[in-house]
């Protein structure tokens, strides 16, 4: 039978605990069940908070009498608790939609396939830099339901994934993006590629006309579906081409974004950080949205003059080794994020790849893969779709079973104005902890040659 007021969280790492927290702060009673290891860290704040919690199982019986659960986005929809919770009409839901619940800040909410991280940091330095008091959360930064917990921000800017989303129902973004939208998890959402666009879809529910939807008109799938869809908010459209009639549009190696009722701002694409078209079109997205709130061209200006990448994607490191440049790019575990760092390479290129596959197709990058590949390295234990897919592609294809192996590999294949490329297109977890594991340890073999 369901306890009134008992709330349980399903995950106890950095969202699942900061949901804990807050939810015992409102006055409800919580359990954290946590079928691994749980962390440290994290088992500190349970125990200080006094809050009651498991590890190593799920005790369903007590999880099935919860008046309402907060899921973990690493925990699938389709998983048999999850499953049964529901034939329970037990509302489940993400850590954002319970959090929302409990703030007024404004919410920047930003998804997409590729590009959510690096808009999601651009966007939240230039509020910062601004002088707003604004806090970073979603994906990237500390829980967003632990800071509205100990927090009173202004604005938040949310970096949010289809799986979040998926779980997320009366939650309401004042400004939303939607950079793009390529074949990704789908072995989450049947293999049908419909199913994860409606997922992706899902962060304009509930949206007002006097909200924002900035989006990416150079997107074909963003415009056929924005063409089936009645959309409240207001529409604010950017392109990478020099097509004045959006609001956001690249002209003559400059930038140019015009919200009608806002001040005009341009800026040369040699004045920022961000270097590639995709990243010329994340730029704009975070400049519409400073513009929907007010904020200074001469603040735009400088914090897009001073913004630094996220880790792990596109991130050159600081020297050379025999002339041979190394560049980290282990975030791109898609196919689409690989086009964009291969579409940007301007040297003969080692491009090293692989992992877990996803259901890759990999047909998109075969023309990049013959301009501008050198050699392939294979990084993973099963290679033979690689193997297959680019053996007449790319004239030099080798394996590698470990980083070491990888780095050294693609080093005796370059030469001086090579470039060395960790573009992976593949979840990292055949022979890593994560892609940041990954990215970590590309770095620390390039340094050990």
């Known amino acids: 039978m369901k306890k009134d007021n008992f709330i349980v969280i399903l995950g106890a790492a950095e ?23 749980i962390k440290e860290q994290y088992k500190s704040m349970l125990i200080e908070n006094n809050i009651d919690f498991e590890e190593g199982s799920h005790n369903k019986e007590k999880i099935l009498q919860a008046s309402e659960v907060i899921k973990s986005p690493g925990i699938r929809s389709d998983a048999p608790l999850v499953l049964e919770l529901l034939a329970l009409q037990t509302p489940v839901i993400s850590d954002l939609e319970f959090a929302a619940r409990y703030t007024n800040a404004k919410l920047i909410c930003i998804t997409g396939s ?10 939240y330095h230039i509020l910062k830099q601004a002088g707003l008091n604004v806090g970073l959360a979603g994906n990237v930064g500390k829980s967003f339901a632990l800071q509205v917990a100990h927090n009173n921000y202004d604005y938040y800017v949310l ?70 869809r009645t959309i409240d908010a207001e529409k604010v459209a950017f392109t990478t081409t020099d097509d004045q009639s ?28 961000l270097r590639g078209k995709h990243n010329y079109g994340n ?65 003969r290129t080692i491009w090293i790849a692989g992992g877990t596959d996803k259901g890759n197709d990999y047909s998109e990058l075969f023309d990049l893969a ?23 592609k790319i004239g030099t294809i080798v394996e590698a079973k470990s980083m070491k192996e990888a780095i050294e590999k693609s080093f005796q294949l370059a ?21 940041v594991d990954r990215g970590l340890q590309f770095k620390q073999e390039v340094r050990n040659l």
Not at 18 to 24: F, S
Not at 419 to 435: G, I, R, W
Request: proline content about 2%; glycine content about 4%.
């Open 15 to 37: 969202s699942g605990v900061g949901a804990a927290i807050l939810a015992k702060e409102k006055g409800f009673d919580v359990f954290v069940s946590d079928n691994g290891t």
């Open 114 to 123: 590729n590009g959510k991280t690096t808009t999601t940091l651009l966007t």
């Open 159 to 228: 970096e949010i994934s289809n799986f979040q989303l998926d779980h997320m129902y009366d939650f309401k973004a004042d400004i939303a993006i939607l950079l793009n939208i390529t074949p990704d998890h789908l072995d989450r959402y049947e293999y049908k590629f419909q199913n994860y666009i409606n997922s992706k879809f899902r962060i304009l529910q509930n949206m007002q006309s006097n909200d924002t939807f900035i989006y990416c008109s150079d997107d074909q799938i963003l415009i056929d579906e924005i063409g089936k």
């Open 246 to 273: 959006k609001q956001g549009y690249l002209k003559d190696n400059t930038i140019y974004v015009d919200l009608l009722d806002k001040d005009s701002f341009s800026i040369s694409i040699n004045d920022i950080q």
């Open 283 to 347: 730029s704009m997205a975070a400049m519409l949205a400073a513009k929907a709130i007010n904020i200074k061209n001469e603040k735009i200006r400088e914090s897009l003059q001073s913004f630094q990448n996220v880790e792990h994607r596109l991130e050159k490191m600081p020297f050379l080794v025999k002339g041979v440049e190394f560049i980290n790019d282990s975030k791109a575990t898609n196919v689409n994020s690989v086009w964009y760092a291969l579409d940007s390479m301007t040297k």
């Open 370 to 392: 013959k301009e501008k590949v050198k050699a392939l390295v294979c990084l993973g234990i099963d290679n033979e779709k690689l193997k297959k897919s680019f053996g007449d």
């Open 415 to 435: 030469e001086p104005g090579d470039v060395v490329l960790l573009s992976p297109a593949c979840a990292s977890f055949d022979l890593f902890k994560s892609y």
